[in-house]
């Protein structure tokens, strides 16, 4: 039933219980309803002539739309925000669940790496749409950095944390490049490592590189200097499963190209940036839909995101899902609350 208490954007309960019986048919179904289907379910019931004509008003009001002449109605973008924000009712996580998704999160010999990884398979399966994990770029103590040759002009940095964890980039190296050069850099920086952290190494190597340039390669000089670079550029690293539940439903080519296009920029570092500055924007669960998140830009597409605090309530990441408007908002909300305190708890 409404609440008639608190009625979204000045709705009466007529139009308020139409308009959150078509929302919710179309996230279970995502066709049209019909004003003869409404009348079938709607409790109080109300005429088929009634309901066409506050579906009418609701369409006028931009909450409603036809996608035929002859079809029912479907919630435009702004009629699933006015749904989400004073119509639905969200459903809460019984002891149970919580207990299986913590399970599932638990650490058992993995690592932080393999659990965020299943975090976002979860969060994926339980959505039935694409999860995801961000966490943020670490400054912890450092213990070995290697440098690998790929190929021409390319070469992978492996950092090894303190605590054991491995983080790997790719960076470009100069043309002609030795191997003795990628050594050189190697075991330069380990020379100055000592419980240090990254931020503490760019420290030492700026001051190193202006005393003692003339007494390193400058081929090495330059490896070591991307390598750093591409710590400073990079946000974090983002854990995304279950995309392929996004082309479900993608039948026309527009569409497909829109949706691998977010793929593309969900990789991207800016867009990384991006989903930390949202959450720092959140005390608790956001729902954007379509381009109001600021950086998808197009319909069709939701995000729910959460912020993963630690102990002290700092953000140590992001967790969210991805999906199409039509998601079961008041299912995943919960799932991604809770799971962003448990993820809050593990990257402390």
Do not use: C
């Not at 650490?107 to 961000?134: D, I, P």
């Not at 003339?214 to 400073?232: F, H, K, N, Q």
């Not at 998808?296 to 999906?323: K, L, W």
């Amino acid at each position: 039933m409404i609440d008639l208490s608190n009625l979204p954007g000045g709705m009466d309960a007529r139009s308020a219980n139409v308009l959150r019986e078509i929302v919710e048919q179309y996230m279970e179904t995502g066709d049209p309803v019909a004003s003869k289907t409404l009348a079938q379910r709607l409790t109080p019931s109300l005429s088929p002539a009634t309901i066409r004509n506050v579906m009418a008003e609701l369409t006028q009001a931009g909450l409603l739309f036809s996608p035929h002449v002859s079809a029912g109605r479907l919630p435009t973008e702004k009629g699933v925000r006015l749904f989400v924000d004073g119509l639905l009712q969200f459903g809460a996580l019984d002891e149970l669940e919580r207990a299986q998704i913590a399970g599932r999160l638990a650490l058992k010999g993995r690592s932080m790496q393999e659990t965020l990884a299943e975090a976002s398979s979860m969060l994926s399966g339980l959505s039935a749409a694409a999860g995801l994990v961000l966490a943020p770029k670490g400054d912890g103590a450092l213990k070995h950095i290697e440098f690998v040759a790929l190929g021409p002009g390319k070469a992978l940095v492996i950092l090894v944390a303190a605590d054991g964890q491995v983080e790997n980039r790719v960076i470009e190296t100069p043309p002609g490049l030795p191997p003795s050069a990628l050594v050189e850099a190697g075991n330069y920086l380990n020379s100055l490592l000592g419980d240090v952290t990254l931020s503490a190494l760019r420290q030492r190597v700026s001051e190193n590189l202006q005393q003692n340039r003339s007494d390193l390669d400058v081929l090495a000089t330059s490896v070591i200097e991307s390598g750093l670079a591409m710590w400073d550029e990079q946000h974090g690293t983002l854990y995304l499963r279950g995309q392929g539940n996004l082309l479900t439903d993608i039948t026309e080519i527009e569409k497909l190209t829109t949706i691998q296009m977010l793929f593309e920029r969900l990789e991207a570092q800016e867009t990384m940036l991006r989903l930390l500055q949202l959450a720092q924007e959140s005390d608790g669960v956001r729902i954007y839909i379509g381009a109001e998140s600021g950086f998808f830009g197009m319909s069709g597409v939701s995000m729910v995101v959460a912020p993963a605090r630690n102990e002290t309530n700092r953000i140590v990441g992001a967790i969210g899902v991805i999906g199409p408007t039509r998601l079961n908002y008041g299912r995943i909300v919960p799932v991604v609350d809770y799971t962003a305190r448990v993820i809050g708890r593990l990257l402390s």
